[in-house]
């Protein structure tokens, strides 16, 4: 979506239109999912939780799906490391 936007606002506005906000803040809320998601993931490792995202607190679909992605990959990412031998001393 945002990459169909943002062709359109550079062809029909000037730079430092106002416009131009909106998919910035767009793609920084979806950054903010995503960082979400990788420390929930890793969190849910570390308390032995299961594997099922909490999703209640984006509410919006490309937020939860950034949210989702993040968290399977912090998910994967602790589990990974919980599971790797102590490094020796």
């Known amino acids: 979506m945002l990459a169909e936007v943002e062709p359109l606002l550079k062809r029909n506005l000037s730079a430092g239109h106002i416009a131009f906000a909106v998919p910035a803040f ?10 979400d998601g990788v420390f929930q ?3 849910s490792v570390l308390q032995d939780l299961d594997r099922r995202a909490p999703m209640g607190r984006w509410a919006a679909a490309a937020d ?6 993040g968290y ?3 998910y994967e ?6 599971s790797m031998p102590e490094p020796a001393q």
């Not at 939860?64 to 992605?69: E, I, P, S, T």
Request: hydrophobic fraction near 45%.
């Open 41 to 43: 993931g890793e969190m």
């Open 64 to 69: 939860r799906a950034a949210f989702a992605h």
């Open 77 to 82: 990412q602790a589990l990974a490391e919980s």
């Open 26 to 35: 767009e793609r920084a809320l979806n950054a903010q999912a995503e960082g």
């Open 72 to 74: 399977r990959d912090g």
